[in-house]
């Protein structure tokens, strides 16, 4: 037997551990079945090149409460440690056998998948025990087993010890305030959320499963059961595969396993998979996504060597790409040694420019191979391509030539077709490109209808977002605007040579407008007489673009001008002078009969913009109904 001092440089490093290294005293979990998978992959590794002659077999890793012992038991059939192993690695804190062996087996290690790599993830057992114990044996021949265990005080144990198979047994003795780890459904919890995925088949317990009914059984026999290996993980997850050995359904196979809670099928996927500059696999899905961009609770999950970190993956996938949902895995993510927090660097920083080009690719792929699909599907990832347009310049660039603009009539446009669509019927006498839309099919009925007349294509843009990509797409294509269809007369909107001659004169025109204002006693409107065809409406209500695209660029955040998000709405009420109505009211004689009709105008041109509430509404069809009398 000896006795001996753990080897720290620092004094006392247990407290420091128990209190800072580690916030999350969950943690020490995972950590200990990392280390028996590193232990397992080892041996995998050295019988692979020939270095152990024993026989790998089917090893795995068990997890053991003993309730009434108050002990978790975490038991492994890996490579074990001689008394040499434990006296180095575990008694020399800090001093990571992990590191160790990859620095010695280099390239093939690295393939090995090895997690371990700061040296403390073993003490990490201290946060929740009060005494741990290590019963292990060397697969190499004619080793003697040994014992060793520390009550948490740099004063340890190692003796001899009776163990016939090879592999690592870890003993915690729970300490009392841990007391909730030796809950089977809290173990529960930390595995599937910590090792669901991780590469040894990991045993907790049993479960009951049904068998078949014999032949021969009756009705209402029960079918017969029996206790087997409960195992907690999948060792082969989809994103560690080949994208060539896997099928479309595998692939939302894997979505319902990461998400068991998620109902909604995802739209697609794109698998990740690298090895140079940086090693990274991984599987995104783009979920259907509604409007709201607040709500999320699955997000894209962070592994290291197929153990879970972390689901904020801040910094490594671009912030527009946080919608998506999946896998990312990746040995080269600097962590810091809790493993629970990123380290910024160019590494990450290289990621992040890798995953948005590989979006981006797949993005283009979908839109050219089968671009029907991916009109079907616009309505539900154009918030996330919008919004990657926005906020990264690389992404703008390749996402401009497969990102949609819908029509109100359900056509599709990439910009550079629409462009040549409405060069002709939609260029103005100041040789601009003016590119109507609208943002509700509904309430601006009449003004699409208006623009249809003319022959103009007329948009359908509607994501939250939008006010802020098309003033990106104004600075930085040439000669372009984009005009909601009820923002001026449609004339106004786009203006050609031709101007219409006034049927009024000047002074005709100054008496209608005192009349007109006379009448409308409201600030927030402003009349403005115009020369139009005399078929056109002869009073249209419209809202200045420029005003309202910057009102509802600061709703959605930024981008808009200060303050004008608490700006009162500014209307305008354009006039047509040349309409038989208009000189009819000018012409009227009646003080009272004039401010009818002209209530009643104003009131239907409100109407067909849905402006039209509350009281006046009530006066308006008070008044009406007098009219047809
Ligand atoms: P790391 O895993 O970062 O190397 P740890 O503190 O987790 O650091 O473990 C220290 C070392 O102890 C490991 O590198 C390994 O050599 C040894 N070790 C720990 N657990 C086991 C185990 N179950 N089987 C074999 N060796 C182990
Ligand atoms: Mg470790």
Redesign the pocket.
């Known amino acids: 037997m000896a006795t001996g001092k753990i080897n720290v440089s620092v004094d006392n490093i247990f407290p420091l551990i128990k209190k800072f290294l580690y916030s999350d005293h969950e943690i020490f979990l995972r950590?200990?079945i990392?280390?028996?998978t590193?232990?397992t992959l080892k041996l995998k590794h050295l019988t692979a090149i020939g270095e152990a002659k024993v026989e790998y077999g089917t090893p795995i890793i068990e997890v053991k409460i003993d309730k009434e012992g108050k002990k978790i038991h975490i038991t492994?059939q890996?490579?074990?440690?001689t008394q040499e192993?434990v006296e180095k690695?575990?008694n020399e804190v800090a001093f990571?056998?992990?590191?160790?062996?990859l620095n010695k087996y280099e390239d093939g290690a690295k393939d090995a998948g090895i997690?371990?790599?700061?040296?403390?993830?073993?003490?990490s057992a201290f946060m929740v025990a009060h005494k741990v114990e290590i019963i292990?044996k060397s697969f190499k021949e004619d080793t003697q087993a040994v014992h060793w265990s520390c009550d948490g005080s740099p004063e340890f144990n190692l003796e001899p010890a009776e163990k016939e198979e090879r592999?690592?047994e870890?003993i915690l003795h729970i300490a009392e305030d841990s007391t909730e780890f030796l809950e089977e459904n809290r173990i529960s919890e930390l595995l599937r959320k910590y090792n669901k995925f991780m590469p040894i088949p990991i045993k907790f317990g049993t479960r009951t499963e049904t068998l078949p009914k014999p032949e021969d059984a009756k009705e209402d026999d029960p079918a017969p059961t029996q206790e087997v290996d409960n195992f907690v993980n999948n060792p082969n997850p989809a994103w560690t595969k080949q994208p060539t050995d896997l099928e479309d359904k595998d692939y939302k196979e894997f979505y319902r396993e990461l998400y068991p809670m998620q109902f909604e099928e995802p739209l697609f996927h794109i698998h990740l998979n690298v090895d140079y500059p940086f090693n990274l696999t991984g599987i995104l899905y783009f979920p259907k996504l509604t409007n709201d961009l607040n709500i999320q609770k699955d997000k894209i999950q962070l592994y290291q060597n197929q153990v879970f970190v972390t689901d904020n993956v801040e910094g490594i996938v671009p912030e527009f790409l946080t919608m998506l949902r999946g896998v990312i895995d990746s040995p080269d993510i600097p962590l810091n040694v809790s493993r629970s927090y990123l380290q910024a660097d160019g590494a990450v920083k290289k990621i992040s420019s890798y995953i948005t080009r590989k979006v981006a690719d797949k993005l283009n792929s979908l839109f050219k191979n089968n671009r029907e699909d991916f009109e079907k599907k616009w309505n539900d990832i154009k918030i996330v391509i919008e919004y990657g347009m926005l906020s990264e310049e690389k992404f703008f660039e390749k996402a401009d030539k497969f990102a949609l603009y819908p029509t109100v009539d359900g056509a599709y446009y990439t910009f550079e077709e629409l462009q040549e669509k409405i060069k002709a019927n939609q260029t103005d006498k100041d040789d601009k490109l003016v590119i109507l839309y609208a943002s509700d099919k509904q309430s601006q009925h009449s003004y699409i209808q208006a623009a249809k007349a003319k022959n103009y294509e007329v948009l359908l843009l509607d994501s939250p977002i939008i006010g802020h990509l098309m003033q990106k797409l104004e600075t930085s294509k040439e000669k372009i605007s984009f005009a909601r269809v009820d923002a001026d007369h449609i004339d106004n909107l786009i203006k050609k040579e031709e101007t219409q001659i006034s049927k009024l004169s000047d002074e005709e025109k100054e008496k209608l407008k005192v009349s007109l204002e006379e009448v409308i006693d409201d600030k927030s409107y402003t009349v403005q007489l115009e020369a139009m065809d005399s078929t056109a409406s002869p009073f249209i209500i419209t809202e200045p673009e420029f005003m309202r695209r910057m009102k509802e660029m600061q709703q959605t955040g930024g981008g808009g001008m200060f303050g004008m998000g608490n700006m009162p709405d500014m209307y305008n009420i354009i006039v047509n002078t040349n309409h038989e109505l208009v000189g009819e009211i000018l012409n009227t004689k009646t003080a009272k009969k004039k401010e009818r009709l002209i209530n009643q105008s104003i009131d239907l041109a409100k109407l067909s913009k849905g402006l039209l509430k509350g009281e006046e509404l009530t006066e308006f069809i008070k008044r009406s109904y007098e009219m047809v009398k």
Do not use: Q
Request: aromatic share 14%.
């Open positions: 950590e200990l990392s280390n028996a590193d232990a492994d890996g490579i074990g440690m192993e690695y575990i990571s056998g992990a590191e160790e062996f997690i371990g790599h700061f040296g403390l993830g073993f003490y292990t592999g690592t870890i």
